[in-house]
């Protein structure tokens, strides 16, 4: 379970994450959505330990993840592909990532054929293509085995075969009863991947429910889809010119 409370970011003038209270809930796939610049990336760090908050808590089981020994074990997350190390394997890359987290090398072997790449692992990640690469931070983040995951666009890259893998992969994590929450802007794919909804705008929480249940308001107010439901929340959060109702 990932709990926030008044989870709050700032840069400078800049509010990245502004006072998010949620929880996100074992068993589910919970997908994270909002526009460009929402905070979606700064929600997931702060989540992580990576940055510190300006006020308010981020906790993982009931932890606060920053400072966790062993940390794989608790959470594990793909937070950007192309942050490895070029020059080592992909078996080497993971061996790494276990040791320091006190996971038994046999794992690396077990990860690497979950996600397809046993037949590479032995080459340098550095001519990895991108969908590799998003497989080989998906297994790092199945690793420790851990009960919390993270995805931050994982769906990037991946070729049709990839995106329908990863789309089984995040359900039958939640059925396994863990905690599983992805960003993405493919509203195709959270329609058909996520049961539940955070939705973020200017790093404000505009909708936490079930998919369900958004897309019946959406209905309700005309939006043919998930899609336009979205554009309709968000569309004066945004910065940037939008494309409006079709
Ligand atoms: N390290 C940083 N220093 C200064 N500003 C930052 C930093 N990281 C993020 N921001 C700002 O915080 C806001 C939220 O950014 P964030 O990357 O979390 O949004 P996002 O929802 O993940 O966006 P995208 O969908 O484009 O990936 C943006 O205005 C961004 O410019």
């Given at each position: 379970m990932i709990e926030l409370r008044d989870l709050t970011k700032r840069y400078g003038g800049v509010t990245a994450v502004d006072r998010l209270t949620l929880t996100v809930r074992p068993g589910h796939v919970t997908g994270f959505l909002g526009p460009n610049g929402a905070g979606k990336s700064t929600t997931l760090r702060l989540v992580l330990g990576l940055h510190r908050p300006t006020a308010g808590t981020a906790l993982v089981d009931g932890q606060p993840f920053a400072g966790r020994?062993?940390?794989?074990?608790?959470?594990?997350?793909?937070?950007?592909?192309?942050?490895?190390?070029?020059?080592?394997?992909?078996?080497?890359h993971l061996a790494a990532l276990a040791r320091s987290n006190g996971i038994p090398r046999a794992r690396v072997?077990?990860?690497?054929?979950?996600?397809?790449?046993?037949?590479?692992?032995?080459?340098?990640?550095?001519?990895?293509?991108?969908g590799m690469r998003q497989r080989l931070g998906i297994a790092a983040a199945l690793l420790g085995d851990p009960p919390?995951?993270?995805?931050?666009?994982?769906?990037?890259?991946?070729?049709?075969?990839?995106?329908?893998?990863?789309?089984?992969?995040?359900?039958?994590?939640?059925?396994?009863?863990?905690?599983?929450?992805?960003?993405?802007?493919?509203?195709?794919?959270?329609?058909?991947?996520?049961?539940?909804?955070?939705?973020?705008?200017?790093?404000?929480?505009?909708?936490?429910?079930?998919?369900?249940?958004?897309?019946a308001r959406g209905r309700d107010n005309g939006a043919t889809s998930l899609e336009e439901a979205f554009m309709d929340l968000t569309a004066d959060r945004v910065d940037y010119p939008t494309g409006g109702r079709s």
């Open positions: 020994r062993r940390g794989l074990r608790y959470a594990g997350a793909l937070l950007d592909a192309g942050d490895v190390h070029g020059g080592r394997s992909a078996r080497a072997g077990e990860v690497l054929d979950q996600v397809g790449l046993a037949d590479v692992a032995r080459c340098r990640i550095g001519g990895f293509s991108l919390v995951l993270l995805f931050d666009e994982p769906f990037n890259g991946l070729d049709p075969h990839g995106v329908r893998w990863v789309r089984g992969l995040f359900r039958r994590l939640a059925a396994e009863g863990r905690t599983v929450l992805v960003s993405s802007h493919l509203m195709s794919e959270m329609e058909q991947t996520a049961d539940h909804l955070v939705v973020i705008g200017r790093g404000e929480l505009l909708v936490d429910e079930s998919l369900a249940a958004f897309t």
